[in-house]
C-alpha cells in the first residue's frame, strides 16, 4: 500500500508540473495575442480551445482520487490536442462549406462538444450541461411537437456541424470574448490576493464599522464589496471573506442567520460595481456593439442604490437588535502598505478603458503595474512560489471560464437554430396580454431561474439570449434590456432556489440555509425594484433628462428604497407596529411609480404619508417601542 502511495504521489506531482507548464505556454501565448493578431481570429480561438481542454483535464486529474481515473483524464489530452489541430488544418474548408459536414467531422464535431460539456459539468455542476443537453433535445426531435413550439427537422450532421466544426456555436462570439478580454481579466483579479490586498479591504471595512452601531456588519458590507468587485464571484466571495466577517458578526450579536444573509448580499454586489462587474460587463458591451466606458459610468448609479440598500438595512438591524459599535483596533500600516497595491493598478485600469482601449490589453498593462508596485514593498511583495501558484490559480479559472463559456455558444446556436428565443418571447407576450408590468416580472422570474448555480458572466451570458429579447420586443431599449435581466442574474445568487451565496454563508455561520436565505431576500428585497426602475425612467443610467425629472426620479427612487427598508425591517427610529410597516410599504409603492412614471402628485402624496407615518411613531408611547438610539453600549 505504501508502494501504491509513492506510485501516486509521484504521478500527481507530474500532473501538477505539467499543469505548471502547460499554465505557462497559455500566458504566453494569451500575451502573444494582446500584442499582434498572431494567426488570426479563429486559429486563435481554436488554440484557446485547445489551451482549456488540456489545462482542464489536467486540474480534474488532479483533483481526481482513483488512478484510473487520472489515466483516462490524461489520455484525453493528445485527443484535444488531436482535435484542435484537425481543426486547424481543415480550417478553411470546414469555413466555406459549414453545415455540410464530412463523416469525420460528424465524429470530431461529437467529441469535442461532449469534451466540453462534461468538464463544465465537473467544474459547474449539471445545471447548465443540462440546459444544453434540454437545448439538443430539442433541436434533434422538436420538429414532432405540434404548433408554435415546434420547429422544421435537422439532420444530426447538419446540428454538430453548427454547434462545433462549422467554427460557429463553440467557436461563437462567446470564446471569442475568453480569448480577447475573459483571460487577461482573470489573470489580473487572480493576483490581487497574493499582494495583501484583502487585508486591505478589511481593515478599512473596520474602519468604517467604528463609527456606525452594529459595525461588524458594515465591515462586511464595505470589505465584501472591494473583494467581490476584484473577484466577481459571489460565491466564493463569500467563502473568502466570511470567514473572517461572520464570526466577527455573530460575536458582536447579530444573529446567525442575519450574518449569513449579510455576508451574501454584501458579496453579490460585488459582481455589480465598476469598473470589473463580474467581467459579464464587457460581454454585454460586446453584445451591444458599444464602449465598455459607457456601459462602467452607466453601472455606477445602480450599484451605488444596492450598497445604499444593504448598508442602511444593517444599520436599522443593528439599532433593531441594539448591537453595539465595533471595538477593533485598526491596524493603519496595513492600509497605508496595502493602498497604493489596489488603488494604483485600479485607476490604471479605469482609465485606459474609459480612453477605449482594449480589455485585454488593459487588462496586461495593469497586471504588470500591479506586480511593479507589489514588489516594491517588502510587505506586498509576494514570494516566486506564491507567484507561480497565482498565475496557476489564474489560468485554471480563466480556462474552466472559457469552457462555460463555449458550452454558452452551442446554447445561443442552437436557440438560433430552432428560434426557441422568439417562441419565449411570443410566449412572455401571451401570458402578459401586453401588459408591461407582467412581462418584466415574467423575465425577472426567467432571469432568476435560468441563473440559478451559475457565476454571473455565464448567467448573465444565458439570460442575455434567452431573456433580454423578449423586453426589446416590447419596445425596452435593448441597453436597458441587458441591465434589467444582468442585475437579476446577479440576485440569482441569494434568490431561492438555489441561492449559492446564502448557502455558502448559512455554512460559515452554522445555521439553516432556509433561514439565510429569508433573511437575505428581507435585507435586498427594496434592490429589487431597481431594474424595474430603470425600465421606466432611465436616469440612473444616466440617459439625458430633464433636470427636474431626473432630481424627481432619484429623490423618489431613494426615499422608496427607504421606506421598503422600514417595512422590511419593521424599524426606523423606533420600532414599527404592523400598520406601520404597512404604511411604509404603500408608500415605498407610491414612491417609485412617482419616480417611474414622473408623477409628481405621488411624489407630494407619498412624502405626506411617508412624514405622517414617522411622525406618528415619533409620538407614539406605546408598550413594545424601543427607543433603540438612547441605548448606549461599550
Not at 466555406?96 to 470530431?108: K, L, N, Q, T, Y
Not at 479559472?397 to 436557440?415: C, D, P, R, W
Request: charged content about 10%; glycine content about 8%; aromatic content about 12%.
Amino acid at each position: 500500500m505504501k508502494e501504491q502511495g509513492e506510485v501516486k504521489s509521484s504521478f500527481d506531482r507530474f500532473v501538477e508540473y505539467a499543469l505548471y507548464g502547460a499554465a505557462f505556454l497559455m500566458i504566453i501565448f494569451q500575451t502573444a495575442i494582446v500584442w499582434s493578431p498572431l494567426f488570426g481570429p479563429l486559429k486563435n480561438q481554436n488554440t484557446h480551445l485547445g489551451f482549456c481542454l488540456s489545462i482542464m483535464f489536467l486540474v480534474i486529474a488532479l483533483k481526481s482520487k482513483r488512478m484510473i481515473s487520472k489515466l483516462i483524464y490524461i489520455i484525453c489530452i493528445p485527443i484535444s490536442i488531436g482535435l484542435v489541430a484537425y481543426m486547424a488544418i481543415h480550417i478553411d474548408r470546414l469555413t466555406m462549406f459549414a453545415g455540410f459536414p464530412e463523416f469525420f467531422d460528424i465524429i470530431v464535431g461529437i467529441i469535442m462538444v461532449s469534451f466540453v460539456l462534461f468538464i463544465v459539468w465537473k467544474q459547474w455542476g449539471i445545471v447548465f450541461p443540462g440546459l444544453v443537453a434540454i437545448g439538443l433535445i430539442y433541436a434533434l426531435w422538436g420538429h414532432h411537437i405540434p404548433g408554435v413550439l415546434g420547429h422544421p427537422p435537422f439532420e444530426f450532421g447538419y446540428i454538430i456541424s453548427n454547434i462545433s466544426v462549422g467554427f460557429q456555436g463553440i467557436y461563437g462570439m462567446m470564446l471569442n470574448v475568453s480569448v480577447n478580454t475573459v483571460f487577461m481579466m482573470i489573470l489580473f483579479g487572480s493576483l490581487f490576493s497574493i499582494t495583501g490586498v484583502n487585508n486591505f479591504f478589511i481593515e478599512i471595512g473596520n474602519a468604517i464599522g467604528r463609527y456606525v452601531r452594529g459595525g461588524s456588519g458594515q465591515t462586511a458590507v464595505f470589505s465584501s464589496s472591494f473583494v467581490g468587485m476584484v473577484n466577481a464571484a459571489p460565491v466564493a466571495n463569500v467563502a473568502i471573506t466570511g470567514a473572517y466577517t461572520i464570526p466577527m458578526m455573530k460575536k458582536s450579536g447579530y444573529r446567525p442567520e442575519t450574518a449569513a444573509a449579510i455576508e451574501a448580499a454584501a458579496s453579490t454586489g460585488g459582481s455589480l460595481t465598476p469598473p470589473v462587474m463580474g467581467v459579464a460587463i464587457f460581454l454585454m458591451a460586446g453584445f451591444l456593439g458599444v464602449s465598455y466606458g459607457d456601459l462602467m459610468l452607466k453601472g455606477i448609479l445602480p450599484a451605488v442604490a444596492y450598497y445604499f440598500v444593504a448598508s442602511l438595512s444593517v444599520l436599522l438591524i443593528a439599532h433593531r437588535e441594539n448591537i453595539p459599535r465595533q471595538i477593533t483596533k485598526i491596524d493603519r500600516r496595513v492600509i497605508v502598505k496595502n493602498a497604493p497595491v489596489f488603488i494604483i493598478p485600479m485607476a490604471v485600469f479605469t482609465i485606459l478603458l474609459l480612453n477605449h482601449l482594449s480589455a485585454g490589453y488593459v487588462s496586461l498593462l495593469s497586471t504588470i503595474v500591479l506586480l511593479f508596485v507589489a514588489i516594491l514593498q517588502r510587505e506586498t511583495r509576494p514570494s516566486l512560489k506564491e507567484l507561480f501558484k497565482a498565475l496557476r490559480d489564474g489560468v485554471a479559472m480563466a480556462t474552466n471560464l472559457g469552457l462555460a463559456m463555449a458550452s454558452i455558444g452551442i446554447f445561443t446556436k442552437v436557440i438560433s437554430l430552432t428560434g426557441a428565443s422568439a417562441k419565449l418571447t411570443l410566449f412572455v407576450s401571451t401570458i402578459s396580454s401586453g401588459s408591461v408590468i407582467i412581462s418584466l416580472i415574467l423575465v425577472m422570474v426567467l432571469s432568476i431561474f435560468l441563473s440559478c448555480a451559475m457565476p454571473p458572466v455565464v448567467a448573465y451570458l444565458v439570460v442575455a439570449m434567452v431573456a433580454a429579447p423578449s423586453l426589446t420586443e416590447m419596445g425596452v431599449p435593448l441597453e436597458t434590456a441587458h441591465f434589467f435581466v444582468f442585475y437579476y442574474a446577479v440576485l440569482s445568487a441569494i434568490t431561492p432556489p438555489v441561492a449559492g451565496a446564502s448557502m455558502v454563508g448559512a455554512q460559515l455561520a452554522a445555521t439553516n440555509y432556509i433561514k439565510a436565505g429569508i433573511e437575505g431576500i428581507k435585507l435586498m428585497v427594496p434592490f429589487f425594484l431597481v431594474p424595474f426602475f430603470l425600465v421606466f425612467n432611465p436616469v440612473l443610467l444616466l440617459q439625458s433628462q430633464p433636470v427636474m425629472s431626473a432630481i424627481l426620479a432619484f429623490s423618489a427612487l431613494i426615499l422608496g428604497l427607504v421606506s421598503g427598508m422600514f417595512a422590511l425591517q419593521r424599524f426606523s427610529f423606533k420600532k414599527c407596529k404592523h400598520y406601520h410597516a404597512g404604511l411604509y410599504g404603500c408608500t415605498s409603492i407610491l414612491f417609485v411609480i412617482a419616480g417611474c412614471y414622473h408623477r409628481f402628485e405621488f411624489f407630494l402624496i407619498a412624502l405626506a404619508l411617508f412624514g405622517g407615518t414617522m411622525f406618528h411613531q415619533w409620538i407614539k408611547k406605546e408598550e413594545g417601542y424601543d427607543n433603540a438610539y438612547i441605548k448606549t453600549t461599550v
